[in-house]
């Protein structure tokens, strides 16, 4: 029997994945696996999973929001582990797993890991980390760092747009710089995302973007107007204008650098990412996937 390494997040969105627990194991048991479970705590080195990874393992399955799965996809990659995982939705967005198409349903998503086969998509890379969904920096994109867990397991994805919204009298413009081979910018902005998947907070901003197209979508919203700008991105975020609006720079490339003057802040997948200057690449099928449509 091949054995699953299963690394789950107790305190991920409700906790609803200790709900699961036994489904999960029951479910895998049937498929003829044995799954071996790594509890995510506060004063355990998660690198410690993987200390017993080996071709007996068939897949590692996650179960936790988009930082958790960052955390992991960070280790196996640098630690040259070639073999598939699987995401289970267990956060409070969980913007990665809704982009290869997982159920909001846990026990779905587990149906249906169970029935597919891997399949490759891309990864972005800012300096030396790797991200599954989005790299950003501006207004919006370090609320999930800034938001607490209750409100965030209270309100959902709510919770990301009012802790946003407070920090609107505070919030000071990036003065930033982008180059790539596709497109370019230089000037004041309010945010920026790198898109590797499609949503942010659970709202959806690249709509046309994929996972394995070995392009990254850069959206850029410049500085100018800035009320005016933010109905665009709500309109847009809402689904009620598909085009990006003058202002709202919209460019795919698989790689760029970016220049941002006082080191602001930046994110990946929800946890804090690196300073200026910064050189981001898609590198193409890069992980094996379960799961994916």
Known sequence: MKK???????????????????YIIN?????????????????????????????SYD???????????????????????????AVLPAGTANDFAHVIGMPHSIRQSVDMILKSSPKFIDLGKVNDKYFINI???????????????????????????????????????LNLSVTSEHGDFSGSSILFFVFNGRTAGGFEIAHDSLVDDGMLDVIIVDGENILEKLTFVSQFILKKNLEYPKGIIHFKTDKLEINIENNYTTDIDGEPGPVSPLKITCEKKSLKILGYL
């Open 4 to 22: 699953v390494k299963f690394i789950y997040n107790p305190f991920s969105g409700e906790r609803e994945i200790l709900k699961y627990l036994d």
């Open 135 to 173: 790299f950003s920096c501006g207004l919006f994109t370090d609320v999930s760092q800034k938001t607490p867990t209750n409100q965030k397991n209270t309100f959902g994805k709510l919770a990301y747009y009012f802790t946003g919204l407070k920090e609107l009298p505070n919030f000071k413009k």
């Open 59 to 85: 897949h590692i399955l996650v179960s936790g929001g988009d930082g958790t799965v960052n955390q992991v996809i960070n280790i196996i990659k640098n630690k040259n582990i070639d073999i598939p995982v």
């Open 27 to 55: 479910a895998y048991q049937r498929h003829n696996f044995i799954i071996v479970p790594f509890r995510i705590s506060y004063n355990i080195n998660l690198e410690n999973a993987f200390t017993d990874i080996d071709d």
